[in-house]
């Protein structure tokens, strides 16, 4: 790689995936990371293996199925982190072992529990243990930008003298500014002049807005590796996005010393659009680059003969993002082979009896709606993965709302077991009430904590989306459903939310109890 | 003032105003004006006068009502302009007139086909107009990061000559990068000494991600006025979010050179629904401040014994920003003098048959609703000062859904005129057809160009808000509605957006068709 080539480390499956809410299966992980295959991301931090059994399954599937990028494993500095992130990703062409530990006096103590001088030596043992079985090992001091410089510079030396090829500088809790963040950087350049021969990288977080700044400053600086995730998603404000840092230095290029990534920024909208249907997380209208409005103009200027000259009023052109690759439209006519044609070119590769499910739900569609679009069909497909687990089956439901007497539903179900279950109810309103008719048919005490429904893409026959979050017995899951029908799609994700909580709840129960609550209890960069 | 302090200048209602689909109406800017000054914000740019009678009548009503901020009105450098913004904003305690023309080459050549020589002469009469006018005049060379700096400080020189107070340096296609920006604005500080003596201002967008840091950049370089709009909402990406750079300056307030505001930020929270909600603009989960998730931690290290101190995950109180002031709670038995005092203290001064209908409103959310918060409040206020005008009004539905025959929507409503209309339709969904039945009814072929649907509070028991974008013979408007039921808060959303929708008809109709196409189609900072 030249010297100005930036390094991408995508952080959505495992930073981002630590989002409140957030609950992925691993299919809905495989189909992220062959996703940011596709963009071109060169290193994907595919989850923190300790942290549950379902986050081992998912780093070792994507670490055997995934080709092309680096797959990393989190891990904190104890052996029993680096042991299952190590088994979770030695499958991988290239396997990445992530280790950190806080480097910063008020972590240490208030934390850890711990002196300065332990950390130094645990830091010491992670990254000897951590090289022992992989040659790709990056280690993090968390909480640096509010650590001594000079202490973090003793513990940096240490991981380099280790093997460590990749030493990051997690700006954890948000709340470094660009020159300050910079400075930071070039006085532990100073400090540890040895650091020059391994990739620096920085980690920022947006809590203050700054997370593309400071990690652009951090290249300035010298680093060569960005952490980040797609729509800026991660704990509390989120990391800085992928796509605001890729597309900065894409049409800055000029004037940015030759910094140049190697993502394939055609594939960003749709990367964009994958993450916010399987998160539940909306990005809102005025988001940089991936935002509905980020290329729109509320004073008409677009009509002809008004802009002459494109760059007038856009210094980015919506095609480069991917955003007006959208002209595959499919109609209710098309047959099996069209819509397996069209789902290739979107890289999908369905058949047997996915293809059959996807077929049905196609055909559903296309009676309804004129023109089903390539974003129609990313939304089908990814609705109909989340049906290869154990769950619930919507059977059928019926509703009655008026302004006139209260809402009615009955809903039928089919359970894990394959049996069919019933329940009605009479709530404070249409989808109230089939939320509760599903409880009543379930037996279940599920808690709505969240719910929303957007329109997947424009006009009168539009695909609704609904997320739901739950919380049951102290597990808390999301689920998403798609139709053009929005009490169909709330239903939908009721019962998609309701199955990946009791599937949350049964984990849980085969976790042993001190090991999950640590895991869930520790910070990360 | 002293020197460090920053003036912060609310441009929400003009550049956050453009966003497409935003449709405020007088009443609802002056809430948000009115909620402004509550924030404690310097200036409000209170709109474009020349671009439509409504939005001349919407800033005269809020020069004329809102106390305590400078009120500002943007003009072009045309002397109709500046009349209309004077007219506006005469009879504000402290008017303000906001002239500007572009600099850059391409926008002088492509945009205004003009030359250089031309443009000078125009800013030189444009700020003369304008300071025989009033005493407080700002003049911005829009496109000044793609302008030729000796070239732009020629221009700013000679509207200091002229009298201008306030000289702001727009990014206005969100092109620049922090160091560079400073460097521009250090660069027109040697080349017109006299920008010392008047008040520099920044004014960014957020295309590329760099809005908060530009701004904070321009600071550092000694700007004293932060162009900001609330949520960050602006053209494209938006603007610099007033929410980031205030924090920014309140939480690094030691290490920042005394840089601090006059802003009360235990008001931001519930400036941030409000602009959410009047504007139908969400603000994503992890957006900084004030996303959902802004104080959240998915690991549950807030748990009781587990984060001994509280700054060791957070660097901002959620206090600080009100997200915790949110106590006060009303139930069935509540009162109208209970709800009165309760819609006092969020700053509503509700009284006669607002008063009544609010109540109304008030008992029947409270009885399904165990308790209704200080958020249900802002809610539930805001959605009646919609009915204040010329518009349809639902009178009742029914709808029936389910998955074994197609979806049937009946529906009354009353027309502007006082009579009944009637419609029915079978849908695709019963959104889609009870939203067909209020276009059957109202023999109105509007088109649904966005919906979507948040809940405001969480639980089971929440409000639904529903958000509609409508088009209507050329003209598109945004309706927003909040109910327990989500079929009748779409419903509710729909009826206003059609109402809105109908209005601008109207206005359109109204306006000189040469004057409305020219505002329409010019660009702003």
């Known amino acids: 790689m030249s ?170 809790v948000g709340y470094a500014m660009p020159q300050e963040y910079a400075a930071f950087l070039g006085r532990l350049y100073e400090l540890v002049p040895g650091l020059r021969d391994a990739v620096l990288s920085v980690h920022c977080h947006d809590d203050l807005g700054l997370a593309v700044a400071n990690s652009f400053a951090g290249l300035q600086a010298g680093a060569r590796q960005v952490e980040c995730a797609i729509n800026g998603i991660g704990e509390r404000a989120g990391n800085a996005s992928l796509e605001e840092i890729v597309m900065l230095l894409h049409t800055r290029a000029a004037d940015v010393a030759g910094l140049h990534t190697g993502v394939n920024t055609r594939e960003i909208a749709r990367t964009s659009r994958l993450i916010s249907r399987l998160t539940g997380y909306a990005v809102q209208p005025n988001k940089a680059v991936v935002g509905r409005n980020a290329f729109a103009h509320e004073s008409g200027i677009h009509q002809d003969g008004v802009l002459k000259e494109r760059s007038t009023y856009e210094i980015m052109d919506a095609t480069t993002v991917g955003l007006e690759a959208n002209s595959l439209v499919l109609g209710k006519h098309s047959g099996r082979h069209a819509l397996k044609s069209a789902l290739e070119e979107l890289g999908y590769d369905v058949s047997g009896q996915t293809l059959n499910t996807a077929f049905k739900r196609f055909k559903e569609i296309a009676d309804k709606k004129k023109q089903v679009t390539a974003m129609d069909l990313e939304a089908l497909v990814t609705d109909e993965l989340r049906d290869d687990m154990r769950s619930y089956t919507l059977e059928w439901f019926d509703v009655e709302a008026s302004t006139r007497r209260p809402p009615h539903a009955t809903v039928e179900l089919r359970t894990p077991d394959g049996e069919v279950a019933r329940g009605d109810f009479t709530g404070d309103g249409p989808v109230d009430a089939i939320f509760r008719a599903i409880n009543a048919a379930t037996k279940r005490e599920a808690r709505l904590r969240e719910f929303r429904i957007d329109s997947v893409t424009g006009g009168q026959d539009a695909l609704g989306e609904a997320s739901v979050v739950l919380e049951l017995a102290g597990q808390s899951a999301a689920g998403q459903g798609v139709s053009t029908d929005i009490i169909e799609a709330a239903a939908l994700a009721y019962v998609r939310a309701l199955s990946n909580c ?23 960069p």
């Open 3 to 172: 010297s100005d080539r930036v390094i991408i480390f995508d952080t959505t499956l495992r930073d981002g995936e630590q989002s409140p809410g957030i609950s992925l299966n691993t299919g809905e992980k495989l189909e992220i990371a062959q996703q940011l295959a596709r963009l071109g991301v060169d290193v994907i931090e595919a989850g923190f293996p300790i942290a549950s059994p379902g986050d081992f399954e998912a780093v070792q599937a994507i670490a055997r199925q995934v080709e092309g990028p680096v797959i990393a494993g989190l891990a904190r500095v104890h052996v029993g982190d680096i042991d299952a992130a190590y088994g979770a990703v030695r499958d991988a062409e290239r396997p990445r072992i992530h280790t950190f530990v806080s480097t910063s006096d008020i972590h240490i103590q208030h934390q850890l529990a711990s002196t300065r001088e332990d950390v130094k030596g645990q830091a010491r043992a992670a990254v000897a243990h951590a090289r022992s079985l992989v040659d790709d090992v990056e280690f993090s001091p968390m909480d640096a930008t509010r650590s001594d410089v000079e202490y973090t510079a003793e513990v940096v030396q240490i991981a380099l003298d280790e093997g460590a090829t990749t030493i990051n500088i997690p700006d954890t």
């Open 502 to 524: 009791e599937r949350r709840v049964l984990a849980a129960a085969d976790t042993p109890p001190v090991v999950a609550a640590e895991a869930e209890l520790t910070p990360t």
